[in-house]
């Protein structure tokens, strides 16, 4: 048996298939994958993201501390509530964790990284701590649940305080504020717009029910993997890792080089990678045939050399196949994949594939 | 629950086959496959005319999650494949056992079929792997 939200038996009751992810059980479809998708695509479905772990930093350094240990830079951070996507970096520049770290205030950060790896980046968070006097305070007591959709907002603010939900509903794009014991941000993982609500576990399964009587359909962790992979977002552990560094993952545009003397956690190895031409591309994929990308497929670039699908699956949305890949610098528009022992075309596009509804990469 | 119709025959690769009157197999696959593979998005069903061996990869169904090879549980010839399923793979969710058959083999030998799981000796197969 592996580790349990506070939704656990909520969503065993409601009919969920469920996985292990990350060593916890998870729901991965409530039914149908696809009608989850288009759910959170055409109106409103929320996930329960419990499982992600918030970490609260407190202390006089903690700015300093941050700016030592994330790739990129908080300083950006000058508004209460305000959250930044960052990678936490090895020294030679392997991706620890992926995460967003909300600036509370000048002694308070809340950070949310990964589920499966909480431990691994608790440890580092603590042992880079200490020179700064940070406390490392992970949030075991709040659950997490993401409404995400066009109507996802409307539909969950008509089930809050109305002051609250006023409040809420004035959010911009990446803020967060607490308030009545809730934690609100509009941020996401689908594309799509919505909030992500982090709230006291004991409170989590009624709430969940009232959201779901406003019409909010419950989705499992596969939807929530073709919407994100749609929406071109990358998933830690497949896309990146400790291996492979922010700039062959697509996440350069996530590392702050100004101001030059910032000396985090990485830089150096990062300058190195960034200097050579060699270094391997992310990119997306479209294929045409009736076959679908999966994680490790090998992608090959004919007189340029080889590559591998880093995520892949059927785009509900496009109707098509698409995916993510790491592939040689000089690769150009296409590409083919082997596929179950064939050969197939794929056409090399910029992600995202879908944002908002509708597609961003020409069919 | 999965559904397991008493009237047919079963791999404990959860294939299904029923014995037509004019002697073909009719082969698809269970409804707990269905559900453990979640929406069907491809399936390759085989051109008719194909021999196939007991226990070949003849078939393929691919759902969002993944690709899963459908086996032939007698040897023979194919005599059809389900063409509306190119269109429609979700026919395999939602009538694994009627409108989402895979395809039709004529078997060499019949007692291949009857050598297969009947409808109880699957059920205690499924519940033996959900255990």
């Known amino acids: 048996m592996g580790l349990r939200t506070p939704l656990f038996d909520t969503h065993v009751a409601a009919g969920a298939r469920t996985v292990d992810f990350g060593g916890w059980d998870m729901p991965v479809n409530y039914g149908s994958q696809i009608e989850e998708h288009h759910a959170v695509r055409r109106d409103a479905g929320m996930f329960d993201v419990s499982h992600m772990c918030v970490v609260d930093l407190r202390g006089d350094r903690v700015r300093d501390y941050l700016r030592r240990l994330l790739a990129n830079d908080v300083a950006k951070l000058t508004q209460p509530g305000k959250a930044l996507y960052s990678c936490m970096l090895r020294d030679d520049g392997g991706v620890i964790d992926d995460l967003i770290v909300y600036y509370m205030d000048d002694r308070w950060y809340r950070m949310v990284v990964n589920a499966g790896t909480r431990d691994k980046d608790l440890e580092w968070l603590r042992q880079q701590a200490g020179g700064y006097g940070v406390a490392v305070e992970p949030r075991l007591d709040l659950a997490m649940i993401a409404v995400q959709g066009p109507n996802a907002r409307q539909k969950a603010a008509g089930v809050m305080d109305p002051a609250l939900a006023d409040r809420a509903l004035q959010l911009g794009q990446f803020f967060g504020v607490e308030a009545g014991g809730l934690f609100i941000a509009r941020t996401g993982y689908t594309g799509e717009d919505g909030w992500e609500i982090m709230l006291p576990a004991g409170r989590a399964a009624q709430f969940w029910q009232q959201l779901r009587d406003a019409g909010i359909v419950p989705c499992g962790l596969g939807a929530r993997d073709t919407l994100r992979l749609e929406a071109g977002m990358n998933l830690y552990g497949n896309d990146m890792d400790e291996t492979t560094s922010p700039l062959e993952s697509g996440l350069g545009w996530t590392v702050a080089w100004e101001p030059q003397d910032r000396d985090f956690i990485g830089r150096a190895a990062l300058a190195a990678q960034k200097a050579n031409a060699n270094t391997r591309k992310f990119v997306g994929l479209l294929v045409e045939e009736r076959a679908v990308l999966r994680s490790h497929q090998k992608v090959i670039v004919p007189a340029v050399g080889e590559g591998e699908v880093t995520s892949g699956t059927f785009s509900p949305t496009l109707q098509r196949s698409i995916g993510l890949a790491r592939v040689p610098a000089q690769t150009a528009d296409r590409c083919e994949v082997e596929i179950r022992g064939k050969l197939v075309h794929a056409r090399v596009v910029r992600p995202p594939f879908v944002r908002n509804g509708k597609a961003t990469v020409a069919l | ?131």
């Open chain 2, 1 to 131: 629950m999965s559904n397991v119709p008493a009237d047919l025959r079963y791999l404990k690769s959860h294939e299904w086959a029923r014995l037509e009157a004019d002697g073909t197999l009719t082969i698809g696959i269970s409804d707990h496959a269905q559900q453990a593979l979640g929406d069907l998005v491809f399936v390759e069903a085989p051109e008719p005319g194909r021999r196939v061996t007991a226990g070949e990869a003849c078939a393929v169904v691919e759902s969002v999650k993944a690709a899963s090879d459908v086996y032939s549980p007698v040897s023979g010839e194919v005599v059809a494949g389900n063409a509306d399923l190119g269109g429609q793979p979700e026919l395999i969710n939602s009538d694994p056992y009627g409108a989402g058959w895979i395809m039709r083999v004529r078997p060499d030998d019949k007692a291949q079929f009857a050598a297969m799981l009947d409808a109880k000796a699957y059920a205690a197969a499924l519940a033996a792997e959900t255990h």
